[in-house]
Structures are given as C-alpha cells and as structure tokens.
C-alpha cells in the first residue's frame, strides 16, 4: 500500500510538472494569406467603361512572374470611385481574400501611391472600427493628360495604424504588391 502511494505522488508530481510547462501554450498563429489576384476596378462617376488595373499570379509563389495589366488609360480630370479585390484563385472555388481583409480591418491597410505628371491623387473611403484607414474603397481623381504615371498599390498586414499614409511609414507585411503603368489622357 505504501509503494502504491508513493508512485502515486510519484505519477502525480511528474503530472504537475509538465502541465506548467510553457511548451504547452498554444500560441495564435496568423498565417500571411495566399494572393493570386488583385483587381482594382475604376468607374468614372459619370458613367463609361470601367478601367481595370490587375495583378495575377497563376502559379503562386512560383517561379512564374506575375501578369500586370491595366484596360485602358484614365479620362484626364475625372472622377472614379475604386474598389479592389483579392483572390486566392489557386483554391477551387477562388478564396475572397478581401472578405478576410475587411473582417480583420484593424490588421490590414491598402497603400496606393502615384508617380508621373499627370498629378492623380485618392482619398480611402473606408474605414476600421478606430476611425483609420483600409483602401479596399476609394476615390481616385486623375489629373492633367500624361503618359507613362504608376500607380503602386500594397497592401500590408498589421501595419502600423494611425501612420504617415505610406506603405514604408506603415511598416508591417505586405501581403501583395503590384505596381502599374498607366495614361491619362
């Protein structure tokens, strides 16, 4: 009875001991998503064609180089409203990707700056729950005719928020980048 006893405490302490351990904390992992698409489609506020500035990946994070391409040039001095998309299109049906970004908005912010000398600019329409920024919705206004401007969009998780409206300033990941050659005519 006294050996049962003792290989009880025995069994007991061991038990003890390997429930502290602090191999045994789960921690929350937040796997980066996997992007294949991202599609930011313009249309002016007057009406017309939309203008489709897209990045597609077919084959991941393969060897393959993204295809970049945008529809057609921006009307000089107009108007568009802007929506972006992204897809994990190796997934069968597509992954929405923007669904997770919106759900978790305070981890993730579109960047989107310009180059060139057409003077085209955005504002976000959207915004977290903290009153920052997201980019999935914006406005876009283009400005004097000019050819050759890029446009490069980032977008970044667990980024910095509030930041300097940059994607360097924003710090965090990026989850996809892309960048654009455009006219404005």
């Known amino acids: 009875m006294k050996t049962f006893?003792?290989?009880l405490l025995l069994f007991l302490s061991i038990g003890l001991f390997t429930a502290c351990s602090d191999d045994d904390d789960p921690v929350a992992v937040n796997e980066e998503e996997v992007i294949t698409t991202m599609?930011?489609?313009l249309q002016a506020v007057g009406g017309g064609a939309p203008i489709i500035f897209q990045s597609r990946?077919?084959?991941g994070d393969g060897p393959n180089a993204p295809v970049v391409t945008v529809s057609g040039p921006l009307a000089a001095n107009t108007t568009y409203g802007g929506e972006i998309e992204f897809l994990n299109e190796?997934?069968?049906p597509a992954e929405d990707i923007t669904e997770?970004?919106?759900e978790e908005d305070d981890e993730h912010q579109v960047f989107y700056s310009f180059t060139g000398g057409s003077g085209t600019s955005f504002n976000y329409n959207d915004s977290d729950g903290n009153g920052n920024p997201i980019g999935v919705s914006i406005t876009l206004a283009s400005g004097a005719a000019a050819v050759g401007n890029t446009l490069t969009v980032v977008l970044k998780h667990e980024p910095?928020?509030?930041n300097d409206g940059t994607a360097a300033?924003?710090?965090g990941e990026t989850d996809i980048e892309a960048t654009f050659t455009f006219d404005v005519n």
Do not use: C, N
């Open 5 to 7: 006893k003792h290989l």
């Open 39 to 41: 599609t930011l489609s």
């Open 57 to 59: 990946d077919a084959d």
């Open 90 to 92: 190796l997934e069968s």
């Open 100 to 102: 997770e970004v919106l």
């Open 160 to 162: 910095t928020k509030p």
């Open 169 to 171: 300033g924003g710090g």
